[in-house]
């Protein structure tokens, strides 16, 4: 099986370009990148993003923090595209199971990225009470688990194996943190990887050798000790 690359950004510019590459199969987004991207209004930035990318899947996130707000903007952010994918947190802020709202959605046909899973346990949680024919994601932070010293490995092994009785549900690796991610993600057997601009154009440049490499790196610093006209 191979592992979809969607690019991980919110930013015009780079969805207009991302979205030409054949390498990314579709987009994620969350609140946090919005607001980097410098939105000012949610609805109307996320159509100006689905003016460029009305083919590929792109997951738009709720920002309410409880059920009744999470429901109204849930059912509004999917209307805006039949290639939405509403995000939903598995917790709110405050550490409550979004089960309830992941239930009602899924069972009203709309397609969800479950966002914020670090555990096999929590996938476990959203298996038990989604149907097996509505497109879900299950997006599991990799890299945020291991900055805090934890091996999220065995987290995608249980859950990829938990999920292959669901056709309708994908594994996602997220919050990657450098190209070599893309190929764990592989051998694990992820459905899909979501990957920042910068390390989507790594990951294109993959297959150089270490004699290569050598010999780039000396040659930086050479470049760099010539520029500041080291002397000893």
Known sequence: MSTKIFCDIAELNLIKKFN??????????NPSLMRKAGAKDYKVY?????KICSNKPISLEVFADNYNEMKIQANQINTWGKNVYVKVPI??????????????????DI????????SAKQAERILKLINKKTKVIISIFAGRAADTGKDPVPEFKKSISLARKFKNVEILW????????????????????????Q???KIEKFGKTFDQLTKETVKAFLIDSRKSSFKI
């Open 199 to 201: 390390i989507i154009e």
């Open 91 to 108: 917790t709110n802020s405050k550490g409550k199971f979004m089960g309830r709202i992941i239930k009602e959605l899924n069972s009203q």
């Open 46 to 50: 996320s159509k100006k993003i689905l």
């Open 20 to 29: 030409k590459k054949k390498i990314v199969k579709g987009f994620t987004t």
């Open 111 to 118: 397609k969800l990225n479950i966002t914020a899973v670090y």
């Open 174 to 197: 997220a919050s990657v943190r450098e190209p070599y991610n893309f190929l764990q993600a592989k051998q694990l057997g992820c459905h899909i990887i979501t990957v920042p601009p």
